[in-house]
């Protein structure tokens, strides 16, 4: 394995090889096909470079691990506003998630919804490419326009097209006061057309979650307010008002265990350890039960009002199938190596746009060594 | 500024040109004479003129196509146009160029309120986006200060932003999908309704790339319901120091206003002066304004008072009422027309940490009187985009190169201390040339490398953005 410690000897290692290199942070979240070569490290590229809570911005080398970001931003009352996912439980990994490995592959949680992904708060990028150059674009401020925005063509892109060295954010402070209200017993659209509710109002509703099968056995909706104190007790009045019609439901006020509740549906607690596949769906929120009527025996949890639809297939299903006359896109985030093969872990894309990801591949990555064949 | 001489090739086949674009639109769609292409000129950076070889106004993504396959064929450069409201140039015209106008596309496509997106055809303009939706209490957050006339097609060209984006955002954080016609004739689909892009996020890059990627057609946007209401507080320092470091104990604070502008003396006086709004004359203004019920601005104003009361404020104005709102906004929205009636000026939008307002002010200070020129600043402080306005006189020979010369240090001096060229305007051709101070040879050449996967032949919006310098093999091939 390499482990280079600086940009500089990164690049040289890139340089240096016309062999194919596997990426990675901290290898816990192994999302695609197993790729043949050596793999490159950049977990000993590792520690937060800025921490400027009075403008909002962070900035850390790519191996730092999100839990040292988290630390650091907890300590000044701040925190990553898109949530990311721990996939280590869902995919049955260990070691250390690094932020580079966020940004790598986008991962962003529930409150997506209200705060953007994580390529949102993503202010800029220092990476190296297939050439070996090292390459910026973007910076620490929140707003830049100055050129292109290869920011966001980076976050996603899975070390295809180049191997991150450092990211900068913009954070967010805490929340002072948060809280759940729980609706039972609705049906997948009931459950959808009350989320939906919920994030047409004023409420500034930061999580919204569906289980068709809660802890004890029956449907659970779970709306998250966050804020001051006063304000969320305020808008949870006004929300549990405007949502009369889909019961009474309950609030839950504790931080731990709305903390918990909602760390489940970020990583996905309830698939971890059971057998079957896992598929990732994004549609627009109201096509999710049709998304989930169509995947006949899976078992589903819809996150993001129910836009995001997780689902847990017999193996070797092709979801995929199910999203026929829905726009959307299905990742399959955990199978076996063959099913992977077969079905393909990233959605397939119409012709042309196809062909452009072709076309920056071969310019970011002319030699075809960062990852080759993960993402097409 | 320079741009790059005409093709006289192009210019002698005029005739042909236009005879195949009218084949394919409508006669009134086809603009080219002379007298009438002038209206094509220039955008909102009016120091810089030159009419177009002709100007079309296709009315939908088949008839954008067909223009682009005739233009791709002819190796005519094309020049994609929103509303012309560009501050940088980004719409500037050569005389070889086809102007595509998208003013004619300005439909509702679809509106989803279960689903929080509105489909628009792009020469709809920002402000009348808000206006389909806002009988149903939703609005459109990016709002640029053009949003009257400003269309979404040049919004999205420009990632454009706004007072507001502090809490929702600038264009590329509500633009969930777009229709986009690439130069050769192709149309291509990224993102849609739902959320995050399936592969690389070419939605992501399109937005921002200043239309030299393709022409987008068509754009679903995220709306968001109304809060209930807003209001502003008008805190007013003896020193940009102190107002910087209120700035930052309120965002430390963890409240999030929805909006935090700043004016400077020099610009507070003009806008008194003009709109006569009862500003007080200090050296620093804020106003500062939150959203929710009526309870929840009251604790949040109360908060942000009680952080800038620490400050020793020379004047602190808590808004009770609309109408005391609207007054303590009617100053800050009046400041450009207020500097303008003073003067010709140039509005900058370079972006800086926001620790670094304080020496940035007083560097311009001390280079307005170096150059002697005066700059007033208003800006969106709790993001840090700064827009210094510097006045000089049109008539006066050499003054626009002064201004623009005194205008390039200031960027720098905003990239030097860890900020950029531009927050929300654009590179265009006004900072073209800057870019180098901001980004490495190989930076820019990767930036490069991405439009020529889009446009090998480098005929969209072509002499924008890079260096000519840089830029001129490729513009040449």
């Given amino acids: 394995m390499m482990t280079p410690k600086s940009e500089q000897e990164l690049a040289e290692a890139i340089a240096g090889t016309d062999a ?42 790519a191996g730092t691990p999100v839990a040292e970001i988290e630390a650091a931003l907890a300590a000044e009352g701040q925190r990553l506003a898109f949530e990311p996912m721990d996939h280590r439980g869902l995919l049955g990994t260990t070691g250390t998630p690094t932020i580079g490995g966020v940004v790598a592959a986008n991962v962003s949680g529930p409150r997506r919804i209200q705060v953007g992904a994580c390529r949102d708060s993503l202010l800029g990028v220092r990476f190296v490419d297939g050439a070996g150059r090292v390459l910026r674009n973007g910076g620490r401020v929140m707003k ?7 920011v966001k063509l980076i976050a996603g892109s899975y070390g295809t097209l180049g191997v991150l060295t450092e990211v900068s954010f913009k954070v967010l402070p805490a929340a002072e006061a948060v809280g759940t209200l729980r609706l039972h017993g609705l049906d997948d659209r009931r459950a959808v057309a009350a989320m939906s509710a919920a994030l047409g109002s ?175 | 500024m320079e741009m790059p001489a005409p093709d006289q090739k192009i210019l002698s086949r005029k005739d042909a040109v236009v005879r195949r674009l009218q084949a394919v639109l409508p006669q009134d769609a086809v603009i080219h004479d002379p007298a009438e292409t002038r209206a094509y000129e220039c955008d909102a950076l009016t120091a810089y003129r030159c009419p177009p070889l002709a100007a079309v106004l296709p009315a939908s993504t088949e008839e954008v196509a067909a223009v682009l396959r005739i233009c791709h064929e002819e190796g005519v450069p094309v020049v994609p146009r929103g509303a012309g409201t560009s501050l940088a140039g980004g719409a500037l ?66 990632n454009s932003g706004g007072a507001h984006c502090l809490k929702y955002g600038v264009t590329t954080n509500n633009l969930l999908g777009v229709t986009m016609v690439l130069m050769d004739g192709t149309v291509v689909e990224l993102g849609g309704a739902h959320l995050d892009a399936a592969g690389y996020d070419l939605l992501g890059l399109v937005c921002g790339s200043e239309g030299q990627l393709g022409v987008v057609t068509e754009a679903t946007l995220r709306i968001l319901r109304k ?31 929805v909006a935090i502008e700043f004016m400077d003396r020099p610009c507070i006086r003009a806008t008194e002066a003009f709109a006569h709004a009862g500003y007080p004359d200090c050296e620093a203004l804020l106003i500062v304004e939150v959203e929710g019920s009526e309870a929840e601005i009251d604790a949040q104003l109360g908060m942000i008072s009680q952080i800038a009361r620490k400050h020793d404020p020379v004047e602190l104005r808590e808004s009770g009422s609309e109408e005391e709102s609207a007054r303590i906004w009617l100053g800050r929205k009046s400041a450009f027309g207020a500097m303008g009636q003073i003067n010709d000026y140039m509005c900058l ?42 006045l000089y006189d049109a008539n006066k020979p050499g003054d626009l190169e002064l201004c623009e010369r005194f205008g390039a240090e200031i960027l720098k001096l905003c990239v030097e201390v860890g900020g950029c060229l531009t927050g929300e305007h654009g590179v265009g051709i006004e900072k073209r040339d800057l870019m180098v101070h901001q980004y490495g040879a190989e930076d820019l050449e990767i930036q490069m490398a991405v439009k020529d996967v889009f446009d090998p032949h480098w005929l969209l919006n072509p002499a924008k953005v890079f260096p000519l310098q840089a830029s001129q093999g490729r513009r040449a091939a």
């Fill in chain 1, 202 to 376: 004023p409420c500034e509703v930061s999580g919204a979650a569906h289980l068709p099968r809660g802890a004890d056995g029956r449907p659970v909706t779970m709306l998250r307010l966050e804020g001051f104190a006063d304000s969320v007790a305020y808008r949870m009045g006004r929300m549990q008002t405007l949502l009369g019609s889909f019961g009474d439901g309950e609030i839950d006020r504790d931080a731990e265990s709305v903390a918990a509740a909602w760390r489940a549906i970020r990583d996905v607690e309830a698939f971890a350890g059971q057998p079957g596949d896992v598929w990732r769906v994004s549609v627009k929120p109201s096509d999710g039960p049709a998304v989930a009527e169509a995947l006949d025996g899976a078992e589903v949890i819809y996150d993001w009002g129910g836009g995001l639809v997780w689902a847990l297939t017999p193996e070797g299903t092709d979801a995929r199938a199910a999203l026929a006359g829905i726009g959307g896109h299905a990742t399959l985030v955990r199978a076996s190596e063959d099913t992977r093969a077969r079905l393909a872990v990233f959605h397939p894309e119409p012709a042309p746009v196809a062909a452009l990801a072709a076309g920056l591949r071969a310019k970011f990555d002319p030699r075809g060594v960062l990852n080759p064949g993960l993402m097409g």
């Fill in chain 1, 20 to 61: 194919p290199l596997t990426v990675r942070g901290g290898g816990t979240r192994p999302i695609g096909r197993a790729l043949p070569g050596q793999t490159l490290s950049v977990a000993e590229m590792s520690g937060i470079t800025l921490h400027e809570p009075g403008a909002l911005t962070l900035v850390a080398q």
């Fill in chain 2, 93 to 158: 015209p050569t005389a070889d160029c086809v102007i595509l106008g998208v003013a004619r596309m300005t439909e509702v496509l679809e509106t989803d309120y279960a689903n929080r997106f509105i489909r628009v055809q792009t020469g709809r303009t920002n402000l009348s986006v808000s206006g389909a939706v806002e009988e149903e209490g939703f609005f459109y957050a990016p709002d640029p200060s053009s949003q009257l006339a400003c269309a979404i097609a040049g919004n999205v060209a420009m």
């Fill in chain 1, 144 to 150: 830049n326009v100055t050129g292109y925005d290869l």
């Fill in chain 2, 349 to 390: 939008d370079g972006t800086i940490p926001v620790s670094a307002l304080p020496m940035v002010l007083r560097r311009i200070g001390e280079m307005s009187r170096e150059f002697g020129l005066d700059v007033g600043n208003v800006f969106h402080a709790g993001d840090g985009n700064m827009h210094p306005l510097i």
């Fill in chain 2, 227 to 257: 809060p209930e209401g807003a209001r502003p507080v008008l805190i007013g320092f003896d020193s940009n120091e102190v107002a910087g470091h209120c700035v930052s104990d309120i965002i430390k604070a963890g409240v999030l206003p």
